[in-house]
């Protein structure tokens, strides 16, 4: 009960926002004479503003009421000071619904004060920009700002509200103009200024929505953060799918009204056929209104939705999904969906030419969407793959040094024989096999397929195939595990683009996490490091890399300087004498506890360009320097039997890491999960 209430106060107090911002537009534009035309109209238009504007403040009030008992749980909380006070003030939600409620009280003020002023372009255009100042606080609370609290961030979702207001908010001042119009004229003439005035704010809300649609476009894609599968199988997607059917019909509407009906209303007072446009213009505006309302609605279901981000999909309902990854090099696929392509772009051509051509509405409408349907058919079959219940199910387990080590022992003991020991398919029995193995290292297996694909292959074989099942032998932890090492031996591949020198403003490689603990006794994580310092992780073995050890510490308070932060791992487990004097000789942290895991499997990123290192079961380097941006990406890699002096020379070791402190570059930080 109590989320509905706050749904609809939501609702309420968006539209009497929205309505007063595109109202006052709509006016500017009808003022642009020197004197505004059918009086009436507009009274009764501006007698509703002082209504719209006590509803936005109570909206806000009814739903700051209902926040807090969804958060206390409790309804007596409402009636403790305490309570309000402590949210508004230590809670980021509470401030911005402090700002909000500020900026509604200033509208509130200034549509009492300028009541009685004389009406004038310049005066709607200044109600209209403080009618946009709740609406951009509104977007601070957004999906597109809950991640990351910038400008970047917020303006594609505060330009998308207020061009929603500018359209919608438009409509009642432009039904108000046509009825009271008809209920006024004792002929069908319409009255020449004011259809220059729908003519005009026609032409301004087709730019409008085609921003209204672009800057969703953008919201969306950041929400979804190519999660797109969510669009068809979680609430929040169902809900937007709806959004999006019925804004199709409010375009398609606005269309016919453009098109059809104000044409009508061309010929001036003389034209015979005005009253037929006015009551088509009235009747479709009004659907268009009624839709227009339902969307918002949805709008502010969806706002207060959980995010495709954070909304699981247990079980994929279909038994296929798209994905142009897996199926473009496949036989006639490029073919057939530009084919599609072609029978789409020409549908469009015939939208194009019926206008031209002034084809009835059912013709314009029913050729395109035949074609449309058409083009469809024969560009998405071909790009259709398989798809499971787990395909699109996120791994519950990390993609870390642990889970990807013990993903390492269990590929040892039930996979190495058949798919070999770099996952290449070259085992000693696959050529026993009716099936070709894939190249799990080499070739783009893992990004053509989900983790949920691999899962399930894992837990039940591969139907046609020799691949068994393991869900009987292996705990759902342990499939994981194996997912995230199949997942390991592809990054690693990947990271042989790596070399002693950083490529400027560019990342690409997603380095495992890893938890340790060091010779002080400080725990600690990767992620730690984010945001603040980049990291050099150095794999070591003692003996070997005594030399190198010392330079290290010949120039640890230079690098401290530059705000970097060394982590020592040895790749092979140490005495406790040895531990005693690395940690005596070494100023830097040497991890303890997780360092055979972080080892191995950073070991998986040591191939290069010149030594791939893909025969066998392959050699592990006794000496790797890994340089970890801010962001937490892999961005420069040393193995000293591989690149020879590279980072000895410390200079260019010193290079980088400038380069590196250099950047400007957002990104966001890398996932804890494969995908």
Partial sequence: MVEIVAAIARWFQLAANMILLGSCIFLAIASTRKQAYLEAWIERLERLFPWLAITIPIGLMVILMTTLVQVTGNVSSLWQQEVWLGF????????????????????????????????????????????????????????????????????????HIILAGVWFGALPAFLLMIYENHKNAKTKRFNVPEYKTLMRFSSIALPVMLLIILTGITVADRIFDSYYAALVATPYGWLLSTKILILSIILLIAARVRAHWLPLLASGPQAENTGDGRAGIRKWVRIEFFLALLLLFLATVIANTTPVKHALIENWPYPFRFSILATWNQPNVATQVWIGVFILVLAAGVILLGRLRNWEFKRLISIPAILLVSGLAVALPPLTIQAYPETYRRPPVPFDAISIANGAALYAQHCVECHGYQGMGNGIKARTLSTKLPDLLTEPHTAEHTPGDFYNWISYGMVNTDMPGYADKLSDEDRWDLVNFVHALSRGYQARILSPEITPNKAYVKPPLFSYADNNGVNGTLQDFRGNKTTLLVVFSWSQSQARMEQLKQVYSRLNEQNIAVLAVPANELTTDEMAQVAAELPFPIVTQSAAEISSSYALSRRTLTHPDIIGRGKIPDHMEFLIDRNGYMRARWIPSIDQSGWSDIDKLNQQISLLNREQMKMPYPEDFVR
């Fill in 88 to 159: 508004i003030k230590d809670t980021r939600v509470g401030q911005i619904w402090g700002w909000r409620t500020l900026f509604a009280v200033l509208l509130l003020f200034t549509i009492f004060h300028f009541r009685k002023s004389s009406r004038t372009r310049n005066r709607y255009i200044f109600i209209a920009v403080i009618a946009t100042l709740p609406l951009i606080a509104g977007s601070l609370a957004s999906h597109a700002a809950a991640e990351e609290f910038s400008v970047s961030a917020i303006l594609p979702y505060a330009l």
